[in-house]
């Protein structure tokens, strides 16, 4: 079996699946409110082709986990004939979605039934005022339902993952973490990259990971967690009430804080990443796609697509899509791509 390597010594074993470029949201730091140019039917991947990807790169390439992504993978209808399928090939493959939550109650049993052990649902806030001036949508209520559904589903660990935005959902960190403790999720904070379609980002009006710590410092103290991060993307911290002594106290629970943009971990970065219309990207930020389609559709054999995504990844840029250039410095270019048309 190969290996998905690249020059600099990284090995990619999580592959991060794109199912579909639309969304029923329109989040302001991913979607322009209009939408995007929607990819065509014929240039989507269908489920079959979506599986043969996910298993090429299993039995041959070394991929040890699946998540599948979008856009929004709920509306796929067939997401879980695709998790079914895959399954049915490899039963220990643990295989996870993200998803915005919306009309997960009704699908979560078939999902688990198919094969689905773990679910990240994004929720930025508990506000409907402040969920509809972040989404465009008001519809709070059913993310609220499809975390339930997830509940009741008795999936092992729900996490939730939350961006901030200054001046609309900063101040209401700590309230978040608050009903996520109380909720058994764990709440994962996201610092927002420049990944969004209006090219609105900016270093100074992001949320940084030390000043979500601060946030949090109202009502809480924050301890590294003790466990190893390895390839984790979201650092972890213990959560005590604020003014407790952490040596006596068991901890609320845990935090994660994934600071893509200031505390960087490519060195780390075990992803490979396949959108909707079937490229191979090795980064989120990369400047360069590979098409696997045209060989899926074409009679190319199961080895010499492993080949194309080998190569695909040999490639993969140092940090953020460049060898020399980070998130944050002037000569960073924003790929053309936004982040539901990638898959986050
Ligand atoms: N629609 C699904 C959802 O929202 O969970 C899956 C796709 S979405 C692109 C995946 C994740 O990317 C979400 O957690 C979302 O918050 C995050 N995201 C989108 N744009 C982002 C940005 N500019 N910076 C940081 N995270 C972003
Ligand atoms: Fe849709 Fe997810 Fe992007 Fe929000 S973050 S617009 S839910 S794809």
């Not at 984790?232 to 040596?247: E, I, K, M, R, Y």
């Not at 191979?280 to 360069?288: D, E, G, Y």
Request: aromatic letters at 4%.
């Amino acid at each position: 079996m190969g290996l998905l390597e690249d020059r600099h010594g990284r090995v990619a074993n999580d592959l991060r699946l794109s199912l579909i470029d639309k969304c029923n949201l329109r989040c302001t730091y991913c979607m322009p409110a209009e939408g995007l140019d929607w990819l065509t039917k014929n240039q989507t991947l269908t489920a079959d082709e979506a599986v043969r990807i996910a298993d090429i790169g299993v039995r041959l390439l070394g991929i040890r986990e699946v998540r599948f992504t979008g856009g929004e993978p709920l509306v796929r209808r067939d997401l879980e004939h695709i998790i079914g399928s895959l399954h049915e090939a490899h039963p220990v493959l643990p295989m996870s979605i993200t998803t915005n939550g919306i009309g997960l109650e009704k699908r979560i049993d078939g999902l688990v039934a198919a094969g689905l052990q773990r679910i990240n649902v994004s929720l930025d806030t508990i506000c409907p005022e402040t969920f509809a001036e972040i989404t465009r949508r008001r519809r709070l209520p059913q993310v609220l339902q499809g975390l339930e559904g997830a509940k009741a589903a008795g999936l092992h660990l729900v996490k939730i993952n939350a961006v901030r935005m200054r001046g609309i959902n900063d101040d209401q960190a700590a309230e978040l973490l608050e009903w996520c403790l109380e909720q058994d999720f764990q709440l994962r904070f996201i610092e927002q990259m420049p990944l969004d379609a209006d090219h609105g980002w900016t270093r100074e009006g992001m949320i940084t990971a030390e000043e979500m710590r601060e946030l949090l410092s109202v009502k809480y103290n924050l301890a590294p967690h003790d466990e190893p991060r390895g390839s984790a993307p979201a650092q972890l911290w213990d959560v005590f009430p604020a003014g407790s002594d952490h040596a006596a106290t068991t901890p609320l629970g845990q935090v994660g804080i994934i600071a893509s943009v200031t505390e960087p971990f490519c060195q780390a970065c075990s992803r490979t990443r396949i959108t909707a219309d079937g490229k191979i990207r090795s980064c989120l930020f990369s400047h360069q796609e590979t098409d696997l389609l045209t060989a899926l559709r074409s009679d190319a054999t199961d080895q010499q697509i492993a080949e194309i995504w080998q190569d695909a990844m040999w490639i993969k840029p140092k940090a953020h899509g460049h060898d020399a250039v980070g998130l944050d410095t002037p000569e960073f270019v924003q790929p053309e791509r936004s982040m539901s048309a990638i898959g986050g």
